[in-house]
């Protein structure tokens, strides 16, 4: 971290050619469970995670934003006064800086006037691997969102930080996610999960109990990518509303388990499959932030694993490489795994003993070689503090 923030000072004068005035910092997260209930108006339980996103920033004494990142070749910049939405129409920017350029406008939208700040240059590097469900894309917005309302002295809470960063990445980017990642990232706590109501926005930290317990969350990315913006998120997103609409709902949140059987009478095949892991997946957050509670961070594998079958075979958004991960760790000592994230590649979750943990490293490996498949990147992550500024 400290290394990280050295990196972005040191490339910021390189870049700019001054030092910045402050470092900000916000992390990715794991979701340890409760997978597409997000935009369901459903039940989350992430954790803000050991690797973040650092910006370097100074004022600017016109209305310039530039903005560069150690993980993109091109410095871009906009004029303030021509952040508009035409501007930041999904795919007019295009590439990574439709993120920090979205959030700056979207703080516009919820109330900043954006036509009495001063422009910025801002600087951004990050350890959070990106594209692989780890949501660098959230540790980019929140650390932007916190840095640029600092500057700017907004005194906007958290929460409408974390909209800002939703709304960025719904309209800038195009990609049409929920709000728990920038919720993990802005309300994250040392050794504690988010857990989100995503209809009333009530947000608590719950234990994980993870060193009581002498277990260890270890994240296995696998190669494969996958592309939120695009294909098979969307699909399921809008499958989602099909079946809230087809049964009268405001939205599957208010679909019960008892309900079920109805609802597959009346709705397609494939459509009730997925209605089907967004119910289970919300009573699964549920019965997991409850026996967390009871029961301590030993108890919950189970519905780990329920979660992973339910988004492999309902939802149907696991791949080879992920549903190979979770059983060979189940098969080496986890007493729980699952996919995580939004799914079509990026990374597996293993609840691990920690006397098993490199054991259970060893064996991923070799199972990914015997397959074919691409080395996958195998780390522990802990529950850690949620966006801060450093200096
Ligand atoms: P994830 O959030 O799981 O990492 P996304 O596809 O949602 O994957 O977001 C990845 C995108 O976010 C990248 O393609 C890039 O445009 C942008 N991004 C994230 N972190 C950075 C960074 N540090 N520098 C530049 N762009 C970034
Ligand atoms: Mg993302």
Not at 23 to 39: C, F, K, M
Not at 77 to 90: F, K, Y
Not at 120 to 125: E, G, R
Request: include cysteine; hydrophobic fraction near 45%; charged fraction near 25%.
């Amino acid at each position: 971290m400290s290394d990280l923030r050295d990196d972005a000072r040191a490339s910021f004068a390189e870049v700019f050619g001054a030092t910045p005035d402050g470092l900000w910092s916000a992390p990715g997260r794991v979701n340890l469970i409760g997978e597409h209930t997000d935009y369901n108006d459903g039940f989350v339980l992430p954790f803000a995670i050991d690797r973040r996103t650092v910006v370097a920033l100074t004022v600017r004494d016109d209305r310039m934003l530039r903005v560069a990142s150690a993980h993109a070749g091109e410095l871009v910049e906009i004029d303030l006064a021509t952040l508009t939405p035409e501007r930041l129409a999904p795919g007019r920017l295009g590439g990574w800086a439709a993120y920090p350029l979205g959030v700056a406008w979207a703080l516009g939208q919820l109330g900043a006037d954006l036509g009495a700040v001063p422009g910025v240059d801002l600087y951004v590097d990050s350890d959070v691997s990106v594209g692989s469900g780890l949501s660098s894309s959230a540790a980019l917005e929140c650390s932007v969102a916190l840095a640029l309302a600092d500057t700017w002295r907004l005194g906007f809470d958290r929460l409408t930080l974390a909209k800002a960063g939703r709304l960025a990445e719904n309209t800038a980017v195009g990609a049409p996610t929920g709000i728990m990642d920038q919720v993990a990232s802005l309300f994250g706590e040392s050794g504690a999960g988010v857990f989100l109501d995503c209809r009333s926005l009530d947000i608590q930290q719950v234990d994980l109990g993870l060193a009581d317990a002498a277990l260890e969350v270890v994240v296995i990315v696998t190669e494969t990518r996958h592309d939120l913006a695009s294909g098979g998120y969307a699909d399921r997103k809008a499958s989602c509303e099909l079946a809230a609409r087809t049964l009268g709902l405001d939205s599957l949140r208010d679909l019960t388990i008892d309900a079920l059987p109805r609802a597959k009478a009346l709705l397609d095949d494939t459509t009730f499959h997925r209605a089907r892991h967004v119910v289970t997946e919300n009573q699964r957050v549920l019965d997991t932030v409850r026996t967390l509670r009871e029961q301590g961070a030993g108890a919950i594998g189970d519905l780990l694993d329920a979660s992973h079958r339910s988004m492999r075979d309902d939802f149907d958004i696991s791949t080879p490489e992920l549903d190979l991960a979770v059983e060979t760790a189940l098969a080496n000592g986890a007493i729980g795994a699952r996919m995580t994230g939004g799914g079509f590649g990026g990374a597996a979750i293993a609840l691990v003993p920690q006397q098993h943990e490199s054991l259970l490293r060893v064996a991923i490996d070799g199972a990914f070689a015997e397959h074919g498949f691409g080395q996958p990147d195998i780390f522990r992550v802990t529950a850690s503090v949620g966006a801060r500024r450093d200096a």
